[in-house]
């Protein structure tokens, strides 16, 4: 039987045993990240060696591309660039893989080029330190440091073929006062290959910018036709395709492209944020810079649009890409228009009298006359949970709504007399006329009354003109009271 001593050494075996494949395992891990760290990163940090610095030429993708894109170049030059119909969908066409590669190459060359503007810049700061003020183009630098070379006589060198004659000059003369000093064998080697590779990668991506432009009419010929080819392979490869695209919202589609600035301490007020690969189009270049904003939006928007229409084929001869395009130049040139100009509005002649106006006493009248009587208004009323009394007329049955039911015990009720209120102006006449201005009784008139029963009787004046007013219209001339009235005026 195994001791307490021999069974505790035999478990710490075990546990050694354990931990070796797992010690093993972060040994490997940490090799690796050391070679990692070794390798790339401390090449990277190497500027001395082109190839260190420069990988992309030498890589399987970017050599497979070139040669794809200079073969499918040469077909199209020859003539034999009729392409068979594709039945399947848009991402599975070969020539559309294709054009979505040597976008994302082109995006890499552009990278690739300013690696090796950096590398030139740093090698020949010791010949010409100058220099990278005065040529701010990494390509126009690489042809100047190609020409220049190892003179220090800049007069010798032409370059009037590569820069305007007023940075010629200023080159010329800041050479002559340079405090640079010539660079050796070894150092001269390697930045003539730096420029040779520049122009390379120059010379590659003209040739894939003119592939891609030979192509997208065809392959998006509405979003090609509004913003051009250069701009429509960009967008189609960064949102990974055209159909992915076309379901992008217009504010993501508007900043593609955006890259952050690094403002170094500078005010961003002039900095224009989310200027993508659209801000590169004719459309916004156009634009004055106040309404660059807004248009970008306006592009991005249709830049939407005609990914929908070219993603599904439904207009493959690209009107709907130009008439949106002449629809777009036309509102942005609506935004410039001056506002109109404001009316100036005459002012009222001083102490003018007013007008006088009518203010309705005509119509006023004509409603009290032809307004709805009485009896109408209680035909058309009706009293709650009682019947309503009808006739026939004709075909018809018209109700009589109230009218014999409100407790008179005529069945026929009697109109009030609609009697027209007259103006101040014609009430104070008819009161003058009647017998003076306070429309008292009149002085002659007499309230003593001759009768052929009694003689002599106490009778009112007034009480006639009453009975009169208050008379039905039909009693006033079928009563045996009344007599013949005439209606001619004393004379």
Same mark, same amino acid.
Not at 98 to 117: G, S
Not at 268 to 284: L, V
Not at 295 to 322: H, I, M, N
């Given at each position: 039987?195994?001791?307490?001593?021999?069974?505790?050494?035999?478990?710490?075996?075990?546990?050694?045993?354990?931990?070796?494949?797992?010690?093993?395992?972060?040994?490997?891990?940490?090799?690796?990240?050391?070679?990692?760290?070794?390798?790339?990163?401390?090449?990277?940090?190497?500027?001395?060696?082109?190839?260190?610095?420069?990988?992309?030429?030498?890589?399987?993708?970017?050599?497979?591309?070139?040669?794809?894109?200079?073969?499918?170049?040469?077909?199209?030059?020859?003539? &034999?660039? *009729?392409?068979?119909?594709? =039945?399947?969908?848009? +991402?599975? $066409?070969? @020539?559309?893989?294709? #054009?979505?590669?040597?976008?994302?190459?082109?995006?890499?060359?552009?990278?690739?080029?300013?690696?090796?503007?950096?590398?030139?810049?740093?090698?020949?700061?010791?010949?010409?330190?100058?220099?990278?003020?005065?040529?701010?183009?990494?390509? &126009?630098? *690489?042809?100047?440091?190609? =020409?220049?070379?190892? +003179?220090? $006589?800049? @007069?010798?060198?032409? #370059?009037?073929?590569?820069?305007?004659?007023?940075?010629?000059?200023?080159?010329?003369?800041?050479?002559?006062?340079?405090?640079?000093?010539?660079?050796?064998?070894?150092?001269?080697?390697?930045?003539?290959?730096?420029?040779?590779?520049?122009?390379?990668?120059?010379?590659?991506?003209?040739?894939?910018?003119?592939?891609?432009?030979?192509?997208?009419?065809?392959?998006?010929?509405?979003?090609?036709?509004?913003?051009?080819?250069?701009?429509?392979?960009?967008?189609?490869?960064?949102?990974?395709?055209?159909?992915?695209?076309?379901?992008?919202?217009?504010?993501?589609?508007?900043?593609?492209?955006?890259?952050?600035?690094?403002?170094?301490?500078?005010?961003?007020?002039?900095?224009?944020?989310?200027?993508?690969?659209?801000?590169?189009?004719?459309?916004?270049?156009?634009?004055?810079?106040?309404?660059?904003?807004?248009?970008?939006?306006?592009?991005?928007?249709?830049?939407?649009?005609?990914?929908?229409?070219?993603?599904?084929?439904?207009?493959?001869?690209?009107?709907?890409?130009?008439?949106?395009?002449?629809?777009?130049?036309?509102?942005?040139?609506?935004?410039?228009?001056?506002?109109?100009?404001?009316?100036?509005?005459?002012?009222?002649?001083?102490?003018?009298?007013?007008?006088?106006?009518?203010?309705?006493?005509?119509?006023?009248?004509?409603?009290?006359?032809?307004?709805?009587?009485?009896?109408?208004?209680?035909?058309?009323?009706?009293?709650?949970?009682?019947?309503?009394?009808?006739?026939?007329?004709?075909?018809?049955?018209?109700?009589?709504?109230?009218?014999?039911?409100?407790?008179?015990?005529?069945?026929?009720?009697?109109?009030?007399?609609?009697?027209?209120?007259?103006?101040?102006?014609?009430?104070?006449?008819?009161?003058?006329?009647?017998?003076?201005?306070?429309?008292?009784?009149?002085?002659?008139?007499?309230?003593?009354?001759?009768?052929?029963?009694?003689?002599?009787?106490?009778?009112?004046?007034?009480?006639?003109?009453?009975?009169?007013?208050?008379?039905?219209?039909?009693?006033?001339?079928?009563?045996?009271?009344?007599?013949?009235?005439?209606?001619?005026?004393?004379?």
């Amino acid at each position: 039987m195994a001791t307490l001593a021999e069974s505790f050494l035999a478990d710490l075996e075990d546990l050694s045993d354990d931990e070796e494949p797992q010690q093993q395992q972060e040994a490997e891990a940490e090799g690796e990240d050391q070679d990692m760290l070794g390798g790339d990163e401390l090449d990277n940090l190497n500027y001395d060696d082109l190839d260190a610095v420069a990988h992309l030429t030498r890589s399987e993708r970017y050599t497979s591309i070139m040669g794809a894109v200079r073969a499918a170049t040469s077909k199209i030059e020859a003539g &034999d660039d *009729a392409p068979a119909a594709w =039945a399947g969908p848009s +991402e599975e $066409d070969p @020539t559309y893989k294709l #054009l979505v590669d040597c976008n994302q190459l082109a995006v890499d060359i552009d990278n690739e080029i300013v690696v090796v503007y950096n590398f030139l810049r740093d090698r020949y700061k010791t010949k010409f330190p100058e220099l990278e003020s005065l040529v701010h183009n990494p390509l &126009d630098y *690489a042809r100047v440091v190609q =020409a220049i070379g190892n +003179e220090m $006589d800049v @007069t010798l060198v032409d #370059l009037d073929r590569l820069l305007p004659p007023a940075t010629v000059m200023v080159v010329t003369v800041t050479a002559t006062t340079t405090s640079g000093k010539p660079l050796s064998e070894e150092e001269l080697r390697k930045v003539q290959d730096g420029c040779a590779m520049a122009l390379q990668l120059e010379e590659d991506k003209h040739l894939i910018l003119k592939l891609v432009q030979q192509q997208m009419d065809r392959i998006a010929p509405n979003l090609s036709a509004a913003v051009g080819t250069e701009i429509a392979a960009q967008l189609m490869g960064v949102a990974g395709g055209l159909v992915n695209l076309s379901k992008m919202p217009a504010c993501n589609v508007q900043v593609l492209g955006a890259k952050r600035k690094t403002l170094a301490g500078f005010s961003s007020t002039t900095a224009q944020p989310h200027q993508g690969f659209i801000f590169a189009s004719d459309i916004i270049q156009q634009t004055p810079p106040s309404l660059r904003s807004k248009a970008a939006r306006l592009v991005g928007a249709k830049c939407t649009l005609l990914a929908r229409v070219d993603a599904y084929g439904q207009d493959p001869s690209g009107t709907a890409g130009r008439n949106m395009k002449d629809e777009m130049m036309k509102k942005i040139e609506k935004w410039q228009e001056p506002p109109p100009a404001k009316t100036a509005k005459v002012l009222p002649v001083p102490d003018a009298e007013v007008k006088k106006r009518r203010g309705g006493k005509r119509y006023r009248k004509m409603k009290e006359r032809f307004g709805m009587t009485e009896l109408r208004k209680q035909a058309n009323r009706m009293m709650f949970n009682q019947v309503e009394e009808e006739f026939m007329d004709g075909e018809d049955a018209v109700g009589l709504g109230v009218i014999g039911k409100d407790g008179s015990g005529r069945l026929r009720a009697v109109a009030a007399q609609q009697r027209q209120k007259l103006s101040a102006k014609a009430q104070k006449k008819f009161q003058l006329k009647n017998y003076g201005s306070s429309g008292a009784t009149s002085g002659l008139s007499s309230s003593l009354a001759f009768t052929p029963i009694q003689g002599i009787e106490l009778v009112n004046p007034n009480q006639a003109a009453q009975d009169d007013r208050m008379r039905d219209g039909t009693e006033s001339y079928f009563s045996e009271y009344s007599g013949f009235r005439s209606s001619r005026k004393a004379g």
